[in-house]
């Protein structure tokens, strides 16, 4: 599974976009690039994946550029409850279902009033 | 839509003692995770199953052993528990057959203290 690496802590505001970078240099062809949620005490929860340029849903947007050795996590217009840990997660799209996900340090964002 | 079901939800241990904690999958799943997650800490891989056998293994301690059953419920069983043991235990599940291979679900947890 390919290393990645995160900012560990980002403040923002209510109202503003966020963007949380991860670095992913040794992705590997088949792998996919996935984000999870994690608020204090519960489960991580899904957020969003993607393989290369863009993907968004109803809850944020993911940019891979053309080398997809990093990739930008944007939550629009954030508000207090979406202060959590969030997760970047690369490996292969089956194996980032049918097996362990492996969890590095994930970005701790806090947003104020 | 039904959740990934963990109990206990709480769980208070003392030292050399065993625990069990329990994991009932979203309905059609057929994989279970479980993953532990110290204070402060990111979670960790434990053990996997996908139809009842084990299919995968990670920093799991030798006095910790776990199962699924033919309901595709799991159970993580803990014995000579240490301080250190002292976690947030997550169960996960997904489904291969449905093909959502790609998420993972996770449950709320159970809060294991150890004394």
């Known amino acids: 599974l390919a290393k990645t690496t995160q900012p560990i802590s980002m403040d923002s505001y209510e109202g503003q976009e966020v963007n949380i970078t991860c670095s992913h240099n040794n992705i590997a062809t088949n792998d996919y690039i996935t984000w999870y949620q994690q608020f204090p005490s519960q489960g991580p929860r899904f957020i969003i994946q993607?393989?290369?340029t863009k993907v968004t849903n109803e809850v944020a947007s993911l940019f891979i550029p053309a080398d997809r050795k990093s990739s930008t996590l944007s939550l629009p217009r954030v508000s207090l409850s979406d202060t959590a840990v969030y997760y970047c997660l690369v490996g292969d799209k089956m194996n980032t279902g049918f097996q362990k996900l492996v969890f590095g340090t994930g970005t701790r964002l806090l947003v104020s009033p | 839509a039904a959740g990934v079901i963990q109990s206990p939800r709480h769980l208070i241990k003392e030292k050399r003692e065993t625990a069990t904690l329990k994991c009932y999958p979203i309905?059609?799943?057929?994989?279970v995770y479980w993953y532990q997650q110290g204070p402060g800490q990111d979670p960790q891989f434990l053990i996997s199953f996908y139809e009842k056998m084990q299919s995968d293994k990670g920093s799991i301690p030798d006095r910790f052993s776990a199962q699924q059953f033919s309901d595709y419920h799991s159970e993580l069983n803990m014995s000579s528990l240490e301080l250190g043991d002292s976690a947030l235990y997550f169960c996960?599940?997904?489904?291969?057959?449905?093909?959502?291979?790609?998420?993972?679900?996770f449950g709320p947890g159970t809060r294991l203290t150890v004394t």
């Open positions: 309905p059609r799943h057929d994989t």
């Open positions: 993607g393989y290369k």
């Open positions: 996960a599940s997904s489904s291969v057959t449905e093909r959502e291979g790609y998420e993972q679900y």
